[in-house]
T-cell receptor
Framework: GIQVEQSPPDLILQEGANSTLRCNFSDSVNNLQWFHQNPWGQLINLFYIPSGTKQNGRLSATTVATERYSLLYISSSQTTDSGVYFCAVRGRGANNLFFGTGTRLTVIP | DTAVSQTPKYLVTQMGNDKSIKCEQNLGHDTMYWYKQDSKKFLKIMFSYNNKELIINETVPNRFSPKSPDKAHLNLHINSLELGDSAVYFC??????????????????FGPGTRLTVL
């Protein structure tokens, strides 16, 4: 399967700070999704972004498919942004998602 | 109006028992999945069903048997539970692989998870 690497593995921010999370993948993909796993364990869909740029409030994401990476930007972070952020991809010919190991974000007041 | 639901949310049981986890989706999707999240938070596919037919079966012990009575339901039955089965199990659904009417056609949506603890 496709290898998915996320960085950094851990991130601690002061409330109000901005951050960039990175996802590198090893092969061409048909699907790339960003998820937020909140402290209660729920996987929340943030973006479906196999290519291009999308924005949703304080969050935005960019995927450069030809260079096999995606970035998730969080601006003006809030304590409720804490949790683990996962990047997941689906390769051509595959049906399931391959997940990265996640970035654990802690936002302190 | 829950999209993907799972029951139970928590399951605590003894080694050797048999248990089932149920999943239902009301999104009209044809494809459903089971993923396992281990203690290190790593998520990995276990099974995928498309319109009630198994299309992926990763290296999962045959003690795990998925059953899809219809395309809105995908249940997971586990026989002879072992300590190493303790994990969070997530159900997900999507439209099948391939093109679709909108760009996000293949987006996967996840249920709330079932935390299984084997004692």
């Amino acid at each position: 399967g496709i290898q998915v690497e996320q960085s950094p593995p851990d991130l601690i921010l002061q409330e109000g700070a901005n951050s960039t999370l990175r996802c590198n993948f090893s092969d061409s993909v048909n699907n790339l999704q960003w998820f937020h796993q909140n402290p209660w364990g729920q996987l929340i869909n943030l973006f479906y972004i196999p290519s291009g740029t999308k924005q949703n409030g304080r969050l935005s994401a960019t995927t450069v498919a030809t260079e096999r990476y995606s970035l998730l930007y969080i601006s003006s972070s809030q304590t409720t942004d804490s949790g683990v952020y996962f990047c997941a991809v689906r390769g051509r010919g595959a049906n399931n998602l391959f997940f990265g190991t996640g970035t654990r974000l802690t936002v302190i007041p | 109006d829950t999209a993907v639901s799972q029951t139970p949310k928590y399951l605590v049981t003894q080694m050797g028992n048999d248990k089932s986890i149920k999943c239902e989706q009301n999104l009209g999707h044809d494809t459903m999945y089971w993923y396992k999240q281990d203690s290190k938070k790593f998520l990995k596919i276990m099974f995928s069903y498309n319109n009630k037919e198994l299309i992926i079966n990763e290296t999962v012990p045959n003690r795990f048997s998925p059953k899809s009575p219809d395309k809105a339901h995908l249940n997971l039955h586990i026989n002879s539970l072992e300590l190493g089965d303790s994990a969070v199990y997530f159900c997900a659904s999507s439209h099948p692989m391939g093109g679709g009417p909108i760009s996000s056609y293949n987006e996967q949506f996840f249920g709330p998870g079932t935390r299984l603890t084997v004692l």
